[in-house]
């Protein structure tokens, strides 16, 4: 690592270009998508955004 710190800005302009670069790759559809999901996700959560669900409840729990 070079020590570079990002701020969520620049971070949220390189997804663009990443987003950029899959959508031009020549991948299947599906595999951009799943790419692009997962980078947009990990910056949501970084931000504070996303939280990861919780598991269905049992019937036990239901209770």
Request: aromatic fraction near 12%; proline fraction near 5%; glycine fraction near 4%.
């Amino acid at each position: 690592m070079d020590g570079r710190t990002w701020t969520a800005a620049e971070l949220r302009s390189e997804l663009d270009r990443y987003e950029a670069e899959a959508m031009a790759s020549r991948l299947k559809s599906t595999t951009k998508l799943t790419y692009i999901v997962h980078a947009r996700r990990f910056l949501d959560w970084l931000d504070g955004g996303y939280k990861f669900p919780e598991p269905p409840k049992t019937a036990d729990e239901q209770v």
